[in-house]
């Protein structure tokens, strides 16, 4: 069983979608939860933390069950700009301060005209 | 912009031969990681530093070593290199708030 899995999609959705992005995770020691974004070719770029209590940056909401060990990011108004892969990221920590990052996959996203 | 670039961006090098790839950084972050990124296994650590001259291995670091002289900048080694470490390389420091990690634009190595 991966530690970090993802529905690697791909999602096909018109602009103006509401899409939605789960993840689970199998260390219940994880400490910190993120969403990334990668374009084709590219670095991954944080897109946002991911808190106990939900949190939103304009069109993007992630929310986090740690009972469930689940995560999930929702993307309202879908941009054509928003199409990318999207990686479920969740940190432990191996000695101090450091953190290993676990990805997931990553979901596959295509908006379309 | 975390001030991270990599060198050499693409590298072509034969089976054998030892390979060395460059991460520098202008912000003096502590924590520093490398991570490879194929298809079907997603970003997975390498070696990370947490100092200068302070460094542990992740994930799947046989057939890597890594040093850390300077704090801004961190090598990674390939000592004899195979078909298997074809791959794309990122390096990234941690930043200051959430443990969150930010990554160079990558190197693309092929061994032939």
């Known amino acids: 069983r991966k530690e970090v899995e993802q529905d690697p999609g791909p999602f096909n959705v018109p602009e103006g979608a509401t899409v939605a992005f789960n993840c689970t995770y199998s260390?219940?020691?994880?400490?910190?939860f993120f969403w990334y974004r990668q374009d084709c070719r590219k670095e991954p770029k944080l897109l946002m933390s991911?808190?106990?209590s939900g949190n939103e940056d304009g069109r993007f909401t992630a929310q986090l069950n740690r009972a469930s060990q689940y995560i999930s990011l929702l993307i309202r108004d879908s941009k054509l700009s928003d199409s990318a892969t999207y990686l479920c990221?969740?940190?432990?920590?191996?000695?101090?301060?450091?953190?290993?990052?676990?990805f997931g996959s990553g979901t596959q996203l295509t908006v379309l005209p | 912009d975390a001030g991270i670039t990599q060198s050499p961006r693409h590298k072509v090098t034969e089976t054998g031969t030892p390979v060395t790839l460059r991460c520098h950084q202008t912000?003096?972050?502590?924590?520093m990681y490398w991570y490879r990124q194929d298809p079907g296994h997603g970003l997975r650590l390498i070696h990370y530093?947490?100092?200068?001259?302070?460094?542990d291995k992740g994930e799947v670091s046989d057939g890597y070593s890594v040093s850390r002289s300077k704090t801004e900048d961190f090598l990674l080694t390939l000592e004899s290199a195979t078909s298997s470490q074809t791959s794309v390389y990122f390096c990234?420091?941690?930043?200051?708030?959430?443990?969150?990690?930010?990554f160079g634009p990558g190197t693309r190595l092929t061994v032939t």
């Open positions: 990234a420091i941690q930043g200051q708030g959430n443990y969150e990690q930010y």
């Open positions: 530093s947490y100092g200068v001259k302070d460094t």
């Open positions: 990221v969740v940190a432990s920590s191996p000695s101090g301060s450091a953190r290993q990052l676990t």
């Open positions: 991911v808190y106990s």
């Open positions: 912000e003096n972050h502590r924590y």
């Open positions: 260390n219940s020691a994880s400490q910190s």
